[in-house]
């Protein structure tokens, strides 16, 4: 019966070799794109390191993704309220 906790075993094992093998890939991403680049925009003209503005990037879209979600999200909560089906369509029987 001792073949479970070995299995659990050998999943650390994994999960620690995965995690280590993301963390080698990121550090080696992140270095590759440590130089600086010019970024122009409108207004502005600036020179940064390409991961932070490859992040600020990702960053900024993920929160323009959040903010419409939940706009969306809040939209269908207040028509189903005005509908007064709360959730969803009501069963036929």
């Given at each position: ?71 969306a999200e809040r939209r269908r909560a ?16």
């Amino acid at each position: 019966m001792k073949l479970p906790e070995r299995k659990s075993e050998q999943g650390i094992y994994l999960l620690i070799a995965v995690a280590a093998l993301v963390v080698i890939y990121v550090v080696a991403f992140i270095v590759s794109n440590a130089r600086r680049v010019e970024v122009s925009f409108l207004a502005f003209d600036a020179k940064a390191p390409l991961i932070v503005l490859m992040l600020a990037c990702v960053l900024l879209g993920l929160a323009i993704g959040l903010l419409l979600a939940r706009i969306a999200e809040r939209r269908r909560a207040e028509r189903r309220q005005s509908t007064g089906t709360e959730n969803g369509p009501a069963d036929a029987s």
